[in-house]
């Protein structure tokens, strides 16, 4: 982008401040119910494998597929447009979830909730792409992912003390409410860059049959042609695994707090979240500056950084899970927040930098759709339902934890093999487009 296109169009740093709003509550609306598990569950009268369902597929499985026919729109017209109706949609949705009189319609409302929710990731990871220099992308991915551990204390601290004022259901109330703020404010003030805005509309006679079997035929070579990048899939495999582990521990880590150490849902969701994301947010700082360094060194270095933390972050959090006091659990959480928050920085970054522009959104929808099919659809259900198996108290979850956290090594080895070719897929990459 030419820095006289550039003057016409929002200020980059206002860009990613505004979508960092719109990100943290995308993710507080996400955890308001891992810190509200047991409530929920003892009003409804339902088990860990249930609660399981509603943080993992209920919310996740449309999330993921509806997220890529949303790409490729994203590739095609307005990304910001896009992503503020979605935040609308979630917004709504979150709202709605604090009338449900049942398990079964929570479930439906989180449904909607993911279906927003599809509308943000890849069109805003573009969007920053389009802002920002490859040299200045670490630092901007870093900073977007402080929202991960912004929207973790809303959903772990802020969600049970809201709720302590009357019930779960004004938890959801108020923060869907709350995103319609930050939703203006980003329609108000973020431009689409204009040599992308309008790059293709498709001919104007085109039959809705012509157009669906284009969409169709356009996504299956663009997956082709991806998936033949080894660091692609690699990369894409890798972080799902590290996704699954991590996610898995967020979803029921305050839990597992809750259970083990005789905590109330309110003081275990705060101990949880502050233990592990104020080490986050200066994980992630620092590694979005490492990986800016690294990079100028080739993105292989950068991932191969990404591979070492995961690593020794997932160990960390298994030191976690079985430690023998509330003192022991938050002194392993130092380090768990500080490598977990940080692993995922030099991903992004490289998953930006090997994708051509004109298939970056469609590229990291594909990527996020096996992401989080393991990480948001398999983690928390698995270990929920591999709880109950173990009689759904602090030693239940405390196996399911560990049967399901360790796949982050392997993650882990993944990521690391996809940094040996990831030069030579972005070359071939480029000269497809």
């Known amino acids: 982008m030419e820095d006289s296109a550039q003057q016409k169009l929002s200020n980059k740093w206002l860009v990613l401040l505004l979508l960092l709003g719109i990100s943290v509550f995308n993710y507080g609306d996400r955890y308001l119910l891992t810190g509200l598990v047991d409530p929920i569950k003892t009003e409804f009268g339902v088990s860990d494998g249930f609660m399981g369902l509603l943080l993992g597929p209920a919310f996740a499985v449309l999330y993921s597929i509806v997220a890529v026919p949303i790409a490729i729109f994203a590739d095609r017209y307005s990304r910001i447009n896009i992503i503020c109706a979605g935040c609308v949609i979630w917004s709504v949705f979150t709202i709605l979830s604090g009338y449900a009189s049942s398990a079964n319609s929570l479930a439906a409302a989180r449904v909607g909730v993911g279906i927003g929710e599809a509308a943000f990731q890849a069109p805003a990871f573009s969007l920053i792409a389009a802002y920002f220099a490859p040299q200045q992308r670490g630092k901007a991915f870093a900073i977007m992912a402080l929202s991960v551990y912004l929207g973790q204390i809303l959903g772990y601290a802020a969600g049970p003390k809201i709720a302590a004022y009357d019930d779960w259901r004004l938890a959801f109330k108020v923060m869907g409410s709350a995103g319609f703020i930050v939703v203006v404010l980003a329609w108000l003030f973020i431009k689409e860059p204009m040599q992308e805005q309008l790059a293709s509309s498709g001919a104007s006679g085109e039959t809705r049959l012509q157009k669906t079997k284009q969409f169709i035929a356009k996504l299956f070579k663009i997956f082709l042609k991806l998936i033949k990048a080894n660091s692609y899939s690699f990369m894409m495999l890798g972080m799902g695994l590290g996704v699954m582990s991590g996610v898995a521990f967020g979803a029921w880590g305050p839990t597992l707090f809750s259970r083990s150490y005789d905590m109330s849902m309110i003081d275990a969701g705060r101990e949880f979240g502050l233990a592990f994301s ?8 620092g590694f979005g500056a490492l990986v800016d360094h690294l990079t100028k060194k080739g993105y ?46 030099g991903l992004y970054a490289s998953l930006q930098y090997v994708l051509p522009d004109r298939m970056r959104a469609t590229g990291t929808a594909l990527a996020m759709l096996v992401v989080n099919m393991l990480g948001y659809v398999a983690g928390p259900w698995f270990a929920g339902g591999i709880s109950d198996m173990f009689g759904a108290d602090a030693i239940g979850i405390r196996q399911g934890l560990t049967i399901v956290v360790p796949v982050g090594i392997v993650g882990a080895v993944l990521v690391w093999l996809g940094a040996k070719s990831l030069e030579k897929d972005r070359a071939a990459l480029q000269g497809d487009t």
Do not use: Y
């Open 300 to 345: 292989g270095k950068a991932l191969q950084l990404s591979a070492v933390a995961l690593a020794l972050a997932t160990i960390c959090v298994m030191a976690s899970i079985w430690a023998l006091s509330i003192d022991n659990a938050l002194v392993w959480a130092i380090p768990a927040g500080l490598l977990g928050g940080g692993w995922s920085v």
């Open 278 to 285: 104020i080490p986050a947010f200066v994980g992630v700082l």
